[in-house]
């Protein structure tokens, strides 16, 4: 893998956070999901169902960019490579998880919520990181004032995230995209009810269009 993971996570500017109780809900979730626009999803490592779910949207969803979050240890990455994950992301970076991801073939985004942390990963050649949890750790002002004297580093930050931040986290230069988990609630997966998810997802993907949108120039009168 090379470790400057930078051209993989500019695209939507959101990447869907899902836990994932019921694996038969995956393939349909992610057509959903990928169809409204947001076709990167990280399906956490949190739930005995979470690896059978990105294996049948891997198979089954080839438009979707499915990957697995919440990797902690070597051995999960092993097996998110073999469910078909096509990114990784994790809560934070130990020294084992840092080897292991040096020889692995696909984009790994580790968590880190301090500049020594965020430091520690520059040094081992990262480019974007996860800041995480984002909320609980000061939201835009914590992640301005981190961000500012690590020319360079980019950031995606995840947790506690809902729509009505959107504006002030894309606004920071150093932010390249949210995850964000408010247009997957378990309620509507559990219930099966596409259609919110559906809707949330395009609002959120209109809203990212919008705030990177330029105004137009006013016109002198």
Do not use: Q
């Not at 949207?57 to 960019?65: G, L, Q, S």
């Not at 099966?192 to 009168?221: F, Q, W, Y």
């Amino acid at each position: 893998m090379t470790l400057d993971n930078r051209p993989f996570w500019h695209s939507t500017g959101i990447v869907p956070v899902v836990t994932i109780r019921d694996a038969d809900r995956a393939v349909p979730l992610a057509r959903t999901l990928a169809e409204a626009g947001l076709p990167i999803i990280e399906i956490t490592l949190r739930t005995p169902s979470a690896l059978d779910a990105i294996r049948r949207i891997a198979a089954e969803v080839p438009e979707a960019h499915v990957g697995a979050g919440t990797i902690r240890h070597p051995a999960d990455i092993e097996a998110a490579l073999n469910a078909g994950a096509r990114f990784l992301v994790s809560p934070g970076a130990t020294d084992a998880l840092v080897r292991a991801a040096a020889g692995c073939p696909i984009p790994w985004l580790p968590g880190c919520a301090t500049p020594s942390e965020a430091m520690r990963l520059a040094d081992h050649g990262f480019a974007t990181v996860k800041f995480f949890p984002a909320s609980s750790y000061g939201g835009t002002r914590t992640l301005r004032a981190l961000a500012a004297p690590l020319a360079g580093m980019e950031f995606i930050p995840t947790g506690g995230i809902g729509p009505a931040d959107l504006a002030d986290y894309l606004s920071l230069p150093s932010v390249v995209a949210v995850g964000g988990s408010w247009m997957v609630r378990e309620d509507w997966l559990d219930s099966g009810d596409l259609s919110s998810i559906a809707e949330a997802a395009r609002a959120a993907c209109v809203r990212v269009r919008d705030l990177r949108t330029p105004a137009p120039a006013d016109r002198p009168g």
